[in-house]
């Protein structure tokens, strides 16, 4: 909620010591070749997500898998 248009921004999704998390993304996420991508699930993994809002209901992502 609260999206302005031309806000950007990295998520970094760690997992814990046990791993196994799962993410989803709602309809407003746009990755590249249309599928949200699966991140990394071993314990401690961290992965990357850039995002620039297109427009109101869109968000542009980059993924970066495994960043270290």
Known sequence: TN???GQT????LVQDGTGSRTLSFGT??????????TISTTAAAV???????RTATSIHCVFTADYS
């Open 3 to 5: 999206i302005g248009v």
């Open 9 to 12: 921004g990295s998520f970094f």
């Open 28 to 37: 407003y996420y746009d990755f590249a070749g249309g599928t949200a991508p």
């Open 47 to 53: 992965d990357r997500i850039d995002y620039i809002v």
